[in-house]
């Protein structure tokens, strides 16, 4: 018998009524799906479709993490993060890792090692992250966003883990990547 996610998907796949684009920005995208219902009526679903981004975990020569801290505008709050960007059209995630670190915190990685990745919000948003290990860092800055205002900060991973705790790191792709090298770490040697 066949799983009910699979039967959803190729009902969903079969059932497009339509697809209009309601919204189209210099990075987002807004969509407005109606998929025919199972038995019958019609169901709605915005969709923003993204480019998607890279996240990196960059570990210096002590093993401490190298964090940014910026205002977000749609939070309202200064946060603390690790480095990420946006892809650029037909851009590689590593070449985007390696420029958005040089932008942000002033570094290149000489060892640049994928490790996996992840949707931020797959209920409403196509947006993938594409998590990435930076070691061995060697200064190496280029100019970043003229909207970006960045302070880097450098953590051991305890300090890290223990701000994760406490609520003071909130944004969830460094959650993410942290806890994903907690979980890796030692096998990176």
Do not use: W
Request: one cysteine or more; hydrophobic letters at 35%; glycine letters at 6%.
């Amino acid at each position: 018998m066949e799983s009910q996610s699979k039967l959803q998907q190729k009902h969903e796949e079969n059932s497009l009524i339509s697809s209009e684009v309601i919204y189209k920005g210099s990075l987002l995208t807004v969509r407005s799906d109606k998929i025919k219902g199972y038995v019958d009526g019609i169901h709605h679903y915005d969709i923003v479709e993204h480019p998607g981004a890279v996240v990196m975990i960059p570990i210096d020569q002590n093993g401490d993490l190298h964090l940014v801290k910026q205002y977000r505008r749609a939070s309202k709050k200064i946060l603390l993060e690790l480095p990420a960007g946006t892809l650029e059209k037909n851009e590689e995630p590593i070449y985007c890792a390696q420029r958005e670190l040089q932008e942000e915190i002033g570094y290149i990685a000489k060892k640049m090692t994928p490790i996996g990745g992840f949707f931020t919000a797959p209920g409403f948003c196509d947006e993938y992250l594409h998590l990435f290990l930076a070691e061995e860092l060697e200064e190496s800055s280029l100019k970043g966003d003229d909207s970006e205002m960045i302070d880097c900060v450098t953590l051991t991973l305890n300090e890290a883990l223990s701000l994760i705790e406490e609520g003071e790191i909130v944004d969830a792709k460094t959650i993410c990547g942290i806890y994903r090298y907690l979980r890796i770490k030692d096998t990176c040697k």
